[in-house]
């Protein structure tokens, strides 16, 4: 797994692409600055699932799975292995969405104060 250091490192070509001019007051949502640092966030994203902690994420076999564990359950109980497997994926793009807007406000707290 990379150090935080690292991380950073791979994170600051991204935040350099995003602009954040003097007097702007609304700042890029996710999927905006995604956009506008698409290449410099997945090598970053890639650094991550580097670990076995972090192995990389298949979208299609997580569905393919869900699928096949709905299929082995009876009729009433299909909806829900969707429901919960809809549920994690909102779960994990809240944690997403709101450690990116933590991140925003960390950085013009720091920007504010100088550091």
Request: charged content about 30%; hydrophobic content about 40%.
């Amino acid at each position: 797994m990379p150090t935080s250091e690292e991380l950073l490192d791979l994170a600051e070509p991204c935040a350099k692409k995003i602009d954040i001019s003097t007097g702007m007051r609304h700042f890029p949502s996710f999927s905006e600055a995604e956009e506008q640092c698409e290449d410099e966030y997945d090598e970053l994203l890639e650094a991550i699932h580097e670990d076995e902690l972090f192995a990389p994420v298949d979208i299609a076999r997580q569905e393919q799975l869900v699928e096949e564990i709905a299929r082995g359950l009876p009729e009433n109980l299909r909806a829900l292995i969707v429901e919960l497997a809809d549920n994690h994926a909102r779960h994990v793009w809240l944690q997403q969405e709101g450690a990116y807007h933590f991140g925003v406000a960390v950085g013009c707290r720091m920007r504010d104060e100088d550091i």
